[in-house]
T-cell receptor, first 114, second 112 residues
């Protein structure tokens, strides 16, 4: 089954404790993205990757890091989480053909930073 | 002025009603227009995808784009309780990868 998986689905952590949210896709897609979704603000892109070792900032990259060492994986790293990073995070992948709307989203990771 | 405006709702309709969901935008360079559906506790899923102005139909769903007015719409005919979800519009500048700009979403509730 074609899918984007994220782990963990729920995470509660404390300020300053480094964490990684993993994302994996099994569709051999070139492009992958991370979004955060907040009430009243909608979905905002954090980072995206066009291929292995190629990443770029989205609209809200501050406080986040990403890496793309393998095509299927695109982890999101919070080196020193803060309460304003409490949010619902989505990973998405896109085949690179057909248009940017053809993004497949993962199930989401709800992060709470206390 | 926000780049993409979308009424958050909720929009409540009875089963069988025709639903109209809308977004306005300010950037005339947007060329690709999408509608995503998001069920509670799930990721968004693509419903409709159109390029430039015009209409596109898929079953009970029709997407309309009016670039001259910077206005897009999604119509749902014969709405069903299973259509209850949040509907997000999204737009991008070109067909190569570029940032998607999302509306905040409209919550739709279809009552039996």
């Amino acid at each position: 089954e074609a899918q984007v998986t994220q782990n963990p689905r729920y995470l509660i952590t404390v300020t300053g404790k480094k964490l990684t949210v993993t994302c994996s896709q099994n569709m051999n897609h070139e492009y992958m993205s991370w979004y955060r979704q907040d009430p009243g603000l909608g979905l905002r892109q954090i980072y995206y990757s066009m291929n292995v070792e190629v990443t770029d900032k989205g609209d809200v990259p501050e406080g986040y890091k990403v890496s793309r060492k393998e095509k299927r994986n695109f982890p999101l790293i919070l080196e020193s989480p803060s309460p304003n990073q409490t949010s619902l995070y989505f990973c998405a992948s896109y085949p690179g053909a057909g248009g940017p709307g053809e993004q497949y989203f993962g199930p989401g990771t709800r992060l709470t930073v206390t | 002025q926000k780049e993409v405006e979308q009424d958050p709702g909720p929009l409540s309709v009875p089963e069988g009603a025709i639903v109209s969901l809308n977004c306005t935008y300010s950037n005339s360079a947007f060329q690709y227009f999408m509608w995503y559906r998001q069920y509670s506790r799930k990721g968004p899923e693509l419903l409709m995808y159109t390029y430039s102005s015009g209409n596109k139909e898929d079953g009970r769903f029709t997407a309309q784009v009016d670039k001259s007015s910077k206005y897009i719409s999604l119509f749902i005919r014969d709405s069903q309780p299973s259509d209850s979800a949040t509907y997000l519009c999204a737009m991008s500048l070109n067909s190569g990868y570029s940032t998607l700009t999302f509306g905040k979403g409209t919550m739709l509730l279809v009552s039996p």
